[in-house]
């Protein structure tokens, strides 16, 4: 078993910035991937980006140059920094982490955390 825990989410104006925090407890030798999705009101939770054990990164075209992931493996923690802030940007922002204990892969969510951008 893996727990997440979200902290950093706020209200910003748009152009600021933010950075989100993910700490991971529990069995986290079998984690592979931790990352980042959002969700907004009446939309499904969509991803924002990801990054593996050993740092490969993977983001959504929509946050492309301005958000950037960033793994600490030695405090099982994953952070993502937003700037350039947009309020399309507003969601709850969930953490995620993927693990695999072959041949079984299991995915494990914070309570997410809230991040508003005013315009």
């Known amino acids: 078993q893996v727990q997440v825990v979200e902290s950093g989410g706020g209200l910003v104006q748009a152009g600021g910035s933010l950075r989100l925090s993910c700490a991971a407890s529990?069995?986290?030798?079998?984690?592979?991937?931790m990352g980042w999705y959002r969700q907004a009101p009446g939309k499904q939770r969509t991803l924002v980006a990801t990054?593996?054990?050993?740092?490969?990164?993977n983001y959504a075209d929509s946050v492309k140059g301005r958000f950037t992931i960033s793994r600490d493996n030695a405090k099982n923690t994953v952070y993502l920094q937003m700037n350039s802030l947009k309020p399309e940007d507003t969601s709850v922002y969930y953490c995620?982490?993927?693990?695999?204990?072959?041949?079984?892969?299991?995915?494990?969510w914070g309570q997410g955390t809230q991040v508003t951008v005013s315009s």
């Open positions: 995620n982490a993927e693990t695999t204990s072959w041949p079984t892969t299991k995915n494990y």
């Open positions: 529990g069995s986290t030798f079998s984690i592979v991937t």
């Open positions: 990054i593996t054990h050993g740092g490969s990164t």
